[in-house]
């Protein structure tokens, strides 16, 4: 028995499953999880000390690799002043006006330490601004797992939806209607039935939780235009795609405003940041100010907004994007090609930094589309890449991600492996 399979049988006798995030566990494709010790650049190392090439980047935040030099600067310069106060400091103003400066939707950003604690926040605050109770969200969007989120569509298109999770009472999913991706009669159809109680619509413009399925300009238009119409808050939920799948994040690719962002992942480049924004007069009415409540102990932590910081003062520099964007296309194009080449039924695509790889003939449109991947081509490509030392995403529903330092030669490193693990596929 290897390290890592020791070591998973160890996690799983004090840790649920074993890890501290399900995804992490391998459910999905089987087999043991790699238990990594160090990462630098492009790559991570396991407890074997086996080198993989990283392709989640710790599920999006290190667009600049691994232990940028300057990002673990800013990290230790921060902890010899101190690892928190619980009071006010000067680098919360100058992530707050950077964050202003990138994304010009918000007028006012509140840091939280999670994504999840974003999207809850962001809702209490869309009902408490509006009056109103009920949310809509998109079949295979993920904001986190807060209560009213964690919903699976009801047994009709326009009913509302059920927990998906145990310990959800139906109670506080009642007011969640769950819709089709990428459909915008359905969503015109919800407004003109529950229109003058719709506190908010919220959404993955560029969804990277089922896989990545980029949402249609007119299904994003069609959002803008309804929420303005009755009244709805707009919530763009860029977790993932913020400073990711462009520097202003997926609405600047879509050219949509919309009235409260979320952000994460990149946002704090490593450590716990995230943050909700938008609207002046609606962020407003989060305490102090209004009746909204929010709260964090370790919000706006000295270190992890150091670290987040310093990472959005790198991600400025000129032709970034531009490159990650190519770097990103390089991997995608390449796999598409060698899985052409060896006759295997697959799809790529991606938006700067970010991508999707579907057994798939085309690219998805929606959730239902991702569901009809080939997991079992899949599982054997996965794990015929692990084993040339390439960390894809262990389930056809992730996404993956390219950083800064995956160069041409880590890129044609990764399509080396992927000839051999096609190769396998094919003969399934
Ligand atoms: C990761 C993610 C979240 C949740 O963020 P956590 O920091 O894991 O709580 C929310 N929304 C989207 C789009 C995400 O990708």
Request: aromatic share 8%.
């Amino acid at each position: 028995m290897d390290i890592n399979d020791s070591l998973f049988e160890r996690a799983r006798q004090s840790i649920p499953g074993g890890v501290n995030s399900p995804v992490r566990a391998f459910g999905s494709v089987g087999g043991s999880p790699r238990f990594m010790k160090k990462a630098q650049g492009p790559y991570m190392w396991d407890e074997e000390d086996k080198r993989y090439i990283d392709y989640i980047g710790s599920w999006g935040p290190m667009i600049l690799g691994h232990n940028h030099p300057e990002v673990i600067r800013a990290v230790h310069e921060a902890v010899d002043m101190g690892l928190t106060f619980g009071c006010a400091t000067q680098r919360e103003i100058l992530i707050a006006e950077e964050i202003k400066k990138i994304i010009p939707s918000i007028e006012e950003v509140r840091l939280v330490s999670s994504g999840t604690e974003a999207g809850m926040s962001a809702i209490r605050l869309a009902r408490g601004f509006t009056g109103r109770n009920k949310i809509i969200k998109f079949e295979g969007c993920y904001h986190g797992h807060s209560d009213s989120l964690l919903v699976k569509a009801g047994s009709g298109m326009l009913t509302f939806g059920n927990p998906s999770s145990a310990g959800v009472p139906a109670g506080v999913t009642e007011h969640t209607l769950v819709l089709e991706y990428n459909n915008p009669a359905q969503l015109e159809d919800a407004f003109k039935r529950y229109g003058d109680d719709i506190a908010c619509v919220i959404v993955e413009a560029v969804a990277g939780n089922m896989n990545m399925v980029p949402g249609k300009p007119e299904f994003i238009q069609a959002m803008r235009d309804l929420c303005t119409q009755y009244g709805a808050l707009l919530i763009v939920d860029e977790v993932m795609t913020g400073f990711r799948v462009a520097l202003g994040g997926a609405q600047s690719l879509y050219h949509v405003t919309p009235d409260i962002t979320m952000f994460g992942k990149v946002i704090g480049g490593g450590m716990p940041v995230a943050a909700f924004g938008g609207r002046r007069d609606v962020m407003e009415k989060i305490a102090p100010c209004g009746p909204v409540y929010q709260a964090g102990t370790l919000s706006g932590n000295p270190v992890a907004v150091a670290c987040g910081l310093a990472t959005l003062k790198l991600i400025q520099e000129p032709g970034f994007y531009d490159r990650l964007a190519s770097q990103t296309k390089r991997l995608t194009d390449g796999l598409q090609q060698i899985a052409n080449d060896a006759g295997v039924a697959f799809s790529a695509q991606s938006a700067g930094g970010m991508f999707g790889l579907y057994f798939l003939d085309k690219c998805p449109e929606g959730f239902s589309d991702v569901m009809k991947s080939d997991t079992k081509r899949f599982n054997v490509f996965f794990h015929s890449m692990l084993e040339e030392g390439t960390y894809f995403a262990p389930s056809v529903f992730e996404a993956g991600f390219v950083s800064i330092a995956h160069t041409d030669e880590v890129i044609d490193e990764t399509l080396k492996a992927a000839k051999v693990a096609f190769e396998k596929v094919s003969q399934l």
